[in-house]
């Protein structure tokens, strides 16, 4: 699961950090989901890996139509299906149960005993939280996260990529 804060960072890294090492705390990453990778190397643009900046935005400030990658995206990446897998198994748009985490857009109901690891109010939010969210569940020892992904385009995609990719294990 990718770091969004110097703990994270510090705690991924901490076998290989030396006593002189310093990770400098800028506070928690204000986007969440990575860059958006975008092959330009043939003649019509395609994402490889959707992120925060989408589509339309890139198409709107310089009138070039984006298409989504029709070939495989290894070449970008964060593009293996495991990348951002967290220890806890993923399940998605299923119903939590008791002892499970569960990361859901504010207003959907917690089912009783489930632990609610976040409650982002817009995609924005949702974006900035995944990763912290699905390292709390890993902190907290919880064998199962289920995630409700957001739904549209824009932002949403680059959302549910990463969910998707983090339920692959």
Do not use: F
Not at 21 to 46: A, R
Not at 113 to 130: D, H, M, Q, V
């Amino acid at each position: 699961v990718s770091p969004t804060t110097a703990q994270a960072v510090s705690a991924e890294l901490e076998e290989y950090l030396q006593p002189e090492d310093q990770i400098l705390d800028g506070g928690s990453s204000l986007v969440g989901v990575e860059s958006t990778i975008i092959d330009c190397s043939k003649e019509n643009p395609s994402i490889l890996r959707p992120g925060a900046v989408t589509a339309e935005m890139v198409e709107q400030s310089t009138g070039i139509i984006i298409l989504e990658a029709q070939e495989p995206r290894v070449r970008a990446s964060g593009s293996h299906k495991q990348h951002y897998s967290p220890k806890a198994r993923v399940l998605i748009g299923k119903e939590a149960q008791s002892g499970d985490g569960l990361i859901a857009m504010e207003g959907v109901l917690t089912p009783d005993g489930a632990n609610r690891l976040a409650s982002p109010k817009n995609n924005e939010e949702y974006a900035r939280i995944l990763y912290s969210a699905l390292r709390q569940g890993d902190d907290a020892g919880l064998a199962r996260i289920y995630i409700d992904p957001p739904k549209g385009l824009g932002l949403a995609v680059a959302i549910r990529d990463r969910i998707t990719r983090a339920s692959s294990s």
